[in-house]
């Protein structure tokens, strides 16, 4: 695993620190996490939080930012994320499915980028942003794993999910254990 994409939407905060705080301190691939958010002039706050409870150091992502092993990296609201070579590109591109950040542009960059070393992981929320990006991440060879619907509290993202194809689907408190695996 070189590298692991996370999406979510509606639900997602919850999600998060579950997810990020079950991670271990000797995790080893940077993480790159989307979440469905309006624009604020406050925007840090989420990564405050977030970093509250991951043993992993929790930034907002900048363009252009090399990414490191064990770090976790925030798409900032408005703002696509997307992975190239070893960083971090933003982009004021269109939303996608009504989204921006998308977790779609998020994994399909990822799956160009690493091909099968891209594990990409598919949250809570409403629509169906991630569906698209899960199947591309399958088709390069990566590893897709989609939140057991009746775990989220919205399940029409992992539901797309698993309609594009998602390899393993885990209920929330399993996910950390798998990646760490």
């Given at each position: ?23 271990p301190t000797d ?19 989420l990564a405050i ?133």
């Open positions: 695993m070189k590298i692991v994409v996370i999406g979510a939407s509606y639900g997602g905060l919850y999600a998060l620190m579950e997810l990020l705080g079950a991670l995790f080893s691939a940077p993480v790159v996490v989307v979440q469905h958010r309006a624009p604020d002039p406050d925007d840090s706050r939080v977030l970093g509250r409870y991951s043993a992993l150091p929790v930034s907002d992502a900048h363009d252009k930012q090399p990414l490191e092993p064990g770090h976790v990296y925030l798409g900032p609201a408005d703002y696509h994320v997307l992975v190239e070579d070893d960083h971090l590109v933003l982009s004021l591109d269109e939303p996608v499915r009504f989204s921006r950040p998308s977790v779609d542009v998020l994994f399909e960059s990822a799956a160009a980028a690493y091909g099968p070393e891209v594990v990409a992981v598919l949250l809570t929320g409403f629509g169906q942003d991630g569906g698209t990006g899960i199947a591309a991440v399958r088709a390069a060879g990566g590893v897709t794993i989609v939140q057991e619907p009746s775990s989220a509290a919205k399940d029409q993202m992992p539901l797309a999910g698993i309609a594009a194809g998602a390899a393993e689907v885990l209920p929330l408190d399993e996910i950390a254990t798998r990646l760490a695996a």
